[in-house]
């Protein structure tokens, strides 16, 4: 009879210890399971937070560059006419830039440069209206206005030489950052120590 006992009280103790690594296993999985979800959805909140930032960063891009966006820079060659030209043996051509600001803000200190060295001789500020003055405006220009142009005229060259002198502009917006847009349109930010 103790041999039976001690068998059943094995048993049961065998039982018992059973049952309570079947329940430690389950709880082990459910809290593994959790876990994963849990790492899941954080996973999710960082890759979302990341795709904000991301949008947030691209709109105050955009917000930065929107306003030197919309200073555009429309040019062609000008010369004597083709009889004087002759007559007077001289053949020279010049840029006429026009520089338009269709930002709702004023940018400054605008100033057209052809090729590495050359600044704009003339600038005018046309709109239709009559200046006391022409026009004639400063170089740089301190201010254009929205919804304003200035037409800058570079030095006199021989023909020869004035395709290589294409012109670019530069400005600083109403946020204080200096740009620069090129002959062919490209939009560039001018370092702080770069050149104005």
């Given at each position: 009879m103790p041999t039976w006992i001690g068998g059943g009280g094995a048993l049961a103790a065998g039982w018992f210890a059973y049952q309570t690594i079947k329940s430690q296993r389950e709880q082990i999985g459910e809290q593994q399971a959790f876990i994963a979800e849990q790492t899941q959805f954080m996973d999710d909140q960082r890759r979302n937070l990341e795709l904000e930032r991301a949008e947030l960063r691209a709109q105050?891009?955009?917000?930065?560059?929107?306003?030197?966006?919309?200073?555009?820079?429309?040019?062609?060659?000008?010369?004597?006419?083709?009889?004087?030209?002759y007559q007077n043996g001289t053949g020279y051509s010049r840029w006429d830039v026009r520089?338009?600001?269709?930002?709702?803000?004023?940018?400054?200190?605008?100033?057209?440069?052809?090729?590495?060295?050359?600044?704009?001789?003339?600038?005018?500020?046309?709109?239709?209206?009559?200046?006391?003055?022409?026009?004639?405006?400063?170089i740089p220009v301190a201010l254009i206005a929205a919804g304003h142009s200035v037409t800058f005229e570079s030095p006199n060259w021989s023909e020869t030489t004035v395709d290589n002198r294409r012109p670019s502009v530069l400005f600083t917006d109403s946020a204080g950052v200096r740009w620069r847009r090129d002959s062919y349109g490209k939009l560039e930010e001018v370092p702080a120590d770069g050149v104005s």
């Open positions: 105050a891009e955009e917000r930065r560059v929107s306003q030197a966006r919309q200073v555009l820079m429309t040019f062609e060659t000008a010369g004597e006419s083709g009889r004087d030209r520089v338009t600001n269709e930002s709702t803000d004023p940018v400054h200190d605008v100033m057209v440069r052809f090729g590495d060295a050359y600044n704009a001789a003339s600038a005018a500020e046309w709109e239709g209206r009559r200046h006391p003055d022409r026009g004639r405006r400063p």
